[in-house]
């Protein structure tokens, strides 16, 4: 999965093209138009005025911004409606990969000097050269794509193997690795302790993933904020709703040309490949580097409250136009984006 997508000469990601929106391979809330950016950075506002400390910028930082659209638009929100704010703003892209930077930096072109790329969480503070980073920290649609692990539930033995890949016949398969694979114990922590009765009626090849990666990718962002929020929108269930009828193959699964295929491994760096998120684990990792759940909703429930509060105030979008009106029921209705994606958001340092 981590070749499939991020190699640098074949990777899914690292090549150029429009793999977002109708001409692309999926559709996300930020493909749906400019009114997702700007429900963010509304609230980004309001969290930032609330932490915000005399004599110091106004910081929000973005992992994993694709192709830098939703940066766009939360800039072009701020530079419009919160001019002040944005004269003080610090605007940083944490992206590891050249080749996407490229792209972002052409599409920021006009923010050139507001924004700055770093390519890991840690290089936030270097900068600054005081410890810790303080403002906002979040990420959309980047968790659901780092590398997971396979596990399949062997019913005859009452035990978890791994689902490993192998070569035949000149095409990727799946294959059962033989014996206990190292960190499979540790690494299944994060769920749910399965009840007994669950069990003994589990399918034998029950499958599901876990994604060591992102929790220690979440935990080691959440090290570095010494006073803020973090902020993670996504694909993604709590642990226990993985364990249904429904995902007995798991949730790992492949998009292209927006069709969802069923065979993952086929062409690989073709075709996106992902995983739901689980959102327990998340959680706990931020929970156990000292951080405080602030909430953990639906898109819909996240959106519609920060709708409501910017209702109040009539500088936040102007005129409310049919556009922006069906914009926001794809973002927010349950059959579109508004139950499919989670919210998780954590915190230091900030009064309930």
């Given at each position: 999965m981590q070749l499939a997508l991020y190699c640098p000469d074949y990777g899914f990601y690292e090549k150029e093209g429009d793999t977002i929106g109708r001409r692309g391979n999926f559709f996300t809330s930020v493909s749906v138009g400019a009114l997702f950016g700007e429900l963010l950075a509304f609230e980004f506002?309001?969290?930032l005025t609330a932490q915000h400390a005399p004599d110091s910028p106004f910081k929000i930082a973005e992992a994993g911004?694709?192709?830098?659209?939703?940066?766009?638009?939360?800039?072009?929100?701020?530079r419009e409606h919160r001019p002040d704010m944005f004269a003080d703003l610090e605007y940083s892209i944490v992206e590891p990969s050249r080749a996407r930077r490229d792209r972002q930096e052409m599409r920021l072109a006009e923010f050139m000097g507001k924004v700055r790329w770093v390519s890991r969480p840690e290089e936030l503070t270097r900068a600054s050269g005081r410890p810790g980073f303080r403002g906002i920290f979040f990420s959309n649609e980047l968790l659901d794509a780092m590398p997971v692990r396979r596990l399949g539930w062997d019913a005859a033995g009452k035990t978890w193997f791994e689902w490993?890949?192998?070569?035949?016949e000149e095409r990727f398969v799946w294959t059962r690795m033989?014996?206990?694979?190292?960190?499979?114990?540790d690494?299944?922590?994060?769920?749910?302790?399965?009840?007994?009765?669950l069990l003994e009626v589990l399918p034998d090849e029950f499958t599901t993933e876990i994604c060591p990666a992102a929790e220690k990718w979440w935990r080691d962002a959440a090290a570095i904020l010494q006073r803020g929020r973090m902020l993670t929108i996504d694909y993604g269930l709590a642990a226990e709703e993985f364990f249904s009828p429904e995902r007995a193959g798991g949730t790992l699964r492949?998009?292209?040309?927006?069709?969802?295929?069923g065979d993952v491994l086929a062409n690989p760096g073709e075709q996106d490949i992902t995983a739901h998120v689980n959102f327990t684990a998340i959680q706990a990792s931020g929970e156990a580097a000292?951080?405080?759940?602030?909430?953990?909703v639906s898109q819909e429930k996240f959106l519609t409250?920060?709708?409501?509060?910017?209702?109040?105030?009539?500088?936040?979008?102007?005129e409310w136009t049919p556009e922006r009106t069906r914009q926001f029921q794809t973002l927010t209705h349950p059959e579109h984006l508004g139950r499919s994606f989670r919210v998780l958001i954590q915190s230091r340092g900030m009064a309930d």
């Open positions: 506002s309001e969290w911004a694709h192709d830098a659209r939703l940066a766009g638009d939360l800039l072009a929100w701020m490993g890949v192998a070569l035949s033989s014996g206990a694979s190292k960190g499979v114990t690494a299944t922590e994060p769920f749910p302790k399965v009840p007994k009765e492949a998009y292209h040309q927006h069709r969802v295929l000292g951080l405080r759940t602030e909430a953990f409250h920060i709708l409501e509060r910017a209702g109040n105030d009539e500088k936040a979008f102007g």
